[in-house]
């Protein structure tokens, strides 16, 4: 067992994970992140060299010199970024923004998991008869379709749509999962096929944990500008203070005092820019996993000249 290469490699993942999530909370300059960020790369940097020198490697370097499992292994990134943060993306909208219960949400990711149950078996099928470009191109195509329709969403988005479009977006990932490993599997040379089973895993797993941390960093930070932005085009507007002195008004009628209903008109118009910025916030979210699947097939057209070559 590489008990070296275990222990730096979980002190490489755990500070950075851990330096990702402190980052909007302490500040990205501050010495705490810094310092997690440093220990990471340094914990990482000696993983890499140990493992290249140690005779039973327990993550093999190696295997992404071979450019096909390096292909296939960047997809499995990138499709772990975007399947775990968009389930990541979508409840939270819907409770956070469309106001449903987390039963709800639940019920609204069930028509996709189901339809992985029908894909799988099939997609499998595929890729046994199908060069693994194919199979994973098409999977993308699919996912990158799914997030770019999700760009369009709205308080009043309908449950199936947004089902459907989900839904989409799994048959995509079903699709691409099977040819991904037989891809990368198939690349190695016999004696690197263990290695490469749990090494393309990796990655896809590395990719789901590192997509939610970067995306929820992104959603936070797209929130903080689109508020401000719309709070600096209320100033002066007719149409806000009508909507301020309807507020008042109503609080009137309950006897408040003018000053406490200035203040809770203020706060009712604050969440209300909150709410919009959030909306806006995911819209570009989600484009962000769009570009991010249509950024991945870059590898897999490489894979498909290292197969036609």
Known sequence: FDGLGFALLVIALLALLTGLASGQREGWASNRVMLELCVAALAA?????????????????????VRGFACSAAVGLVYGAALFGSTY????????IQGYTATRAGLLLMPAGLAMVVVFPIAGRLAD??????????????????TWLMT??????????????????????????????AGALRALPPRWVGQGSGAVNFARQFGGAL????????LERQTQLYAQALTATQEGRPVTREVLRRVEGLLAQDGLDEVTRQAVAQDFLAQMILSQASMLAFR??????????????VPVAIMRRKTAG
């Open 45 to 65: 940097v000696g993983f890499v060299l140990w493992e290249l020198r140690t005779d039973a490697p327990m993550l093999n370097p190696r295997l992404f010199a």
């Open 89 to 96: 993306l979508v409840p939270l909208f819907v409770q956070t």
């Open 129 to 146: 008869r199908l060069p693994p470009y194919v199979p994973i191109g098409a999977g993308l195509l699919l996912f990158g379709i799914s």
């Open 152 to 181: 369009g969403i709205g308080t009043d988005t309908p449950f199936w749509t947004f089902a459907l479009w989900i839904l989409l977006g799994r048959v995509g990932f079903g699709l691409a999962m099977p040819s991904m490993n």
């Open 211 to 218: 997509g939610v941390n970067l995306l929820s960093i992104h």
């Open 284 to 297: 570009a979210t989600f484009l962000v996993v769009a570009l991010a699947c249509l950024a991945a097939l």
